[in-house]
């Protein structure tokens, strides 16, 4: 196979961005990329609400070494090698460029919803300054008066008896559902109307202002903080400063749940797992291990890119897949405190995931305002750093991709951010809080695709053997042949059997949604796909020669290289030539013109 430049393809070569900086710190590329963590939207839907990390942390560790692992390794080289973002790194294969197009739209579909996650929070947040919380027993009574004048086995007393008329039997049913108070209060700023349950009772489109205000908030901040830290040491610093704000408070929480109940062989039972418990466990915990590569995709590649040439990513690929199961630990262990804090008060199942029935458990403890002030602040600023590593990442890939915005960072930046806020207008209603599932697992069922096509370009299209001699150049140690045929006949089965897992989740997600989320879902996540082959046949078109040449030439690496020119002159000697912008290995029966 024959290197060459993009000048002698007849397309526009490639031009670093010498403005784009490094981590002020090695170790800042492992804090952010363990903050990819953070997802929340798999613990809104409610994924660790029904296992035990007994069961599942043989499934998770199983999972790191088949394809977790060695995929972020895979990430990581990418980004590192060519000092890029997730569009322009495919510039190994020009032919699939599109897929970086694809991972742009997907970043941005997520984007549109993630607010959510710190709108909510942040709700509670303004709440918990109250002398009272709204939703502990004393503040609840005051909005919200008993259904029922029955004793019920709840703390305060709350019960819904609502009548449903079966369309099976001319009888009517009674259902009785013990109401959490913190669920009761979230309703609340949508009228009352029962938020998680609205898609059975086709309930009316309702807005909250509340909910609104706090969503323009969490992008202002966002605005705020690409506007003070506009370069990549100052959000380097940034990010790492808050990241450990965030763990320290999630520790914090941790441990202040572990000391709600004292019955500690429920909190070690959590640890603990029968084989039933390993079964079960599989599915959620195969969706909670895809969340190691962020909310979007191409994350890890962009981040990466601001590595130094000589960074070890395979030791931090570990580091950060092992930071990232002790999240899912934390998240873990204090959704199993509430949910076995109301079994026991109460058999029957309580709605709501994390986000929602936490407030009333928290309501319990002594000094109720400082603990409820200290975990919505903690999910508020996990929320905001996801989505702060997310653009963060689309920005650099946009401005290295085109040359011509690098000029205009600040507009672009504003730009960008102000658009998303404006689709995200739709999740303050009581429809687009419940319905954005389906577009999270849209965006599952694409993560998984993009990361089956990357081994596709990585390990077969660009080649095991190239691949092997480039990653041993950049960290200076051997990586193995054994392990590349794992990522090339191991890592795709699984990969294929959780692309089966998301399309499912997706259909029966997009069953029971609404037709605005079925709309952007189409735009945002099915049709940049047809990016894709358009863009192939592009690229063809713009390439010279015959038939064959174009197809070789569209394949073959384009201005793939190091950055950095002393690395770069390195790699021109170990490729056997000073100047790598001319073919490296000429074919004999080519003729380029």
């Not at 959490?180 to 309930?203: A, H, K, W």
């Not at 384009?558 to 790699?571: G, H, L």
């Amino acid at each position: 196979m024959v290197y060459e430049s993009s000048y002698d393809s007849g397309r526009r070569p490639f031009k670093p961005d010498p403005t784009r900086g490094y981590w002020a710190a090695p170790s800042d590329f492992i804090y952010t990329c363990i903050s990819l963590g953070f997802r929340m939207d798999l613990v809104w839907m409610g994924w660790l609400l029904h296992q035990r990390m007994g069961g599942t942390i043989i499934v998770y560790i199983l999972c790191m070494f088949l394809f977790v692992v060695p995929i972020i390794v895979i990430q990581s080289f990418m980004g590192q090698f060519s000092s890029s973002g997730f569009i322009s790194t495919f510039r190994m294969s020009p032919i699939f460029k599109g897929l970086g197009y694809i991972s742009l739209f997907v970043n941005l579909a997520v984007l549109s919803y993630y607010s959510l996650f710190a709108a909510v929070p942040l709700l509670y947040l303004f709440h918990s300054l109250r002398p009272t919380l709204p939703w502990s027993c004393e503040g609840i009574e005051k909005w919200f008066p008993n259904s029922t004048e029955a004793e019920v086995k709840h703390p305060c007393k709350m019960l819904d008896v609502v009548d449903i008329k079966s369309g099976m039997v001319s009888s009517t049913y009674i259902y009785i559902g013990y109401e959490v108070p913190s669920v009761l209060f979230f309703n609340s700023i949508f009228g009352g109307d029962d938020v998680m349950e609205s898609y059975r009772y086709n309930s009316p489109f309702l807005f909250s202002w509340e909910l609104l205000v706090c969503t323009l908030l969490s992008w202002a901040i966002v605005a705020g903080v690409f506007y003070r830290f506009y370069n990549t040491e100052l959000m380097s610093k940034f990010l790492r400063y808050t990241i450990w704000t965030s763990l320290i408070l999630l520790l914090i929480c941790v441990g202040r749940f572990m000391l709600l109940s004292n019955d500690w062989s429920y909190i070690f039972s959590y640890f603990m797992a029968k084989p039933v418990d390993i079964v079960e466990g599989i599915p959620s915990t195969v969706l909670i291990i895809v969340s190691a590569f962020g909310p979007g995709w191409g994350s890890i590649i962009a981040l990466a890119s601001f590595n130094r040439f000589r960074a070890n990513i395979m030791n931090y690929s570990w580091i950060i897949c092992l930071g990232q199961m002790g999240i899912f630990l934390a998240y873990g262990i204090i959704t199993h405190i509430i949910q076995g804090y109301f079994k026991s008060l109460t058999t029957l199942y309580t709605n709501g995931a994390l986000y929602l029935t936490s407030g009333s458990v928290i309501a319990t403890m002594s000094w109720p305002n400082l603990w409820s002030i200290i975990f919505y602040a903690m999910l508020t600023l996990t929320a905001l750093i996801t989505m702060i590593t997310c653009l963060f990442s689309i920005y650099q890939s946009i401005f290295d991709e085109f040359e011509m915005l690098r000029s205009r960072r600040t507009e672009v930046t504003l730009g960008l951010i102000g658009v998303l806020a404006f689709l995200s207008l739709y999740t303050c209603s009581n429809h687009g809080a419940l319905f954005f599932s389906a577009m999270s697992m849209d965006s599952l069922f694409t993560q998984t695709a993009l990361n089956l096509l990357l081994l596709l370009v990585v390990l077969w299209v660009y080649g095991r053997v190239r691949f092997q001699r480039d990653i041993e150049f950049m960290l200076g140690q051997r990586f193995a042949t054994w392990k590349v045929n794992m990522l090339r006949f191991v890592a795709p089965i699984c990969l294929c059997l959780l692309l089966l897992g998301a399309i499912l989740a997706s259909f029966v997600r997009h069953s029971n949604s609404s037709i605005v989320i079925l709309i952007a879902a189409v735009f945002l996540i099915v049709l940049p796909w047809l990016y894709l082959p358009g863009y192939m046949i592009y690229v063809f078109l713009q390439t010279t020669g015959s038939f064959k040449m174009r197809f070789q030439r569209c394949n073959r690496p384009m201005d793939w290289y190091p950055v950095e020119i002393e690395e770069r002159q390195r790699y021109e000697g170990a490729m056997g030539n000073m100047d790598i912008t001319h073919q490296l290995n000429r074919i004999a029966d080519e003729v380029v013109p």
